[in-house]
Every structure is written in structure tokens, then in C-alpha cells.
């Protein structure tokens, strides 16, 4: 049982049952708003569901509305997920500056140090 205890407490599957039941209620989320996206493309076209579409007697109506569908589901997440995100962390989390930096004053005293090194001595 302690073994068992250790595996269901560990902190890596407590995160990744926390992150699987947040996906699932953001994904019903997105879900909803491709649903209300689909709905006003509708009414631009006439109807969301292309699947009754047969050009030339290819069934490809069906395919027509999962792309489409694929597609919004895309950019909602992009432009209300991913874009506020990204923005957010570059606010409140700015990036440290790069170690490798060379300070232009470091670089003058090495030259410095280096003529004087190589003058001869008195």
C-alpha cells in the first residue's frame, strides 16, 4: 500500500490530473465558442453544416465543415489563449539578460591590461 500511496501522491500525477481536468472544462470552453462562431458563419452562408454539399458527386461537404470547424477552433485558441499569454508573461515575467553579455567597461580594462602587460619593463 505504500508503494501504491507513494505512485497516487506523487507530485508529477497530481499535476497531470489537475492539467487533464483543466483542459477538459477549457476545452468544452473552446468548444462552445467555435460552436457560437459556426453558428454566425451560418448565417453569412446559410448554414454551418456543409455536409449535405456533394460537388460533382464527391461527399466532401463533410470534411468542408470539420476544416472549417478546425480552423476557428485554431484561432480562438491562438487570439484568446495563446496571443493574452504570451503577452502576460513578457509583462509580468520580463526575460533576464543574456549572461554572455560582455560589459564594454570589461573590455577597456582588458585592453588596458593587456597593453600595459605587454610594454616593456623599466
Known amino acids: 500500500m505504500n508503494g501504491f500511496k ?8 497530481v499535476d497531470l490530473a489537475v492539467a487533464v481536468v483543466i483542459a477538459t472544462a477549457f476545452g468544452k470552453v473552446v468548444e462552445a465558442m467555435v460552436k457560437i462562431i459556426m453558428q454566425i458563419v451560418g ?29 476557428i477552433l485554431a484561432a480562438v485558441v491562438y487570439f484568446f489563449v495563446v496571443k493574452p499569454y504570451t503577452a502576460a508573461k513578457a509583462r509580468f515575467f520580463p526575460d533576464e539578460p543574456a549572461t554572455d553579455t560582455i560589459d564594454p567597461n570589461t573590455e577597456l580594462l582588458k ?11 623599466l
Not at 507513494?6 to 500525477?13: A, C, K, Q, S, W
Open 6 to 13: 507513494d505512485f497516487v501522491l506523487r507530485g508529477n500525477v
Open 111 to 121: 585592453e588596458i591590461r593587456d597593453s600595459l602587460r605587454a610594454r616593456p619593463t
Open 43 to 71: 448565417k453569412l452562408g446559410g448554414s454551418p453544416d456543409f455536409s449535405a454539399w456533394e460537388p460533382a458527386g464527391l461527399s466532401i461537404g463533410n470534411f468542408l465543415t470539420v476544416l472549417i470547424a478546425f480552423l
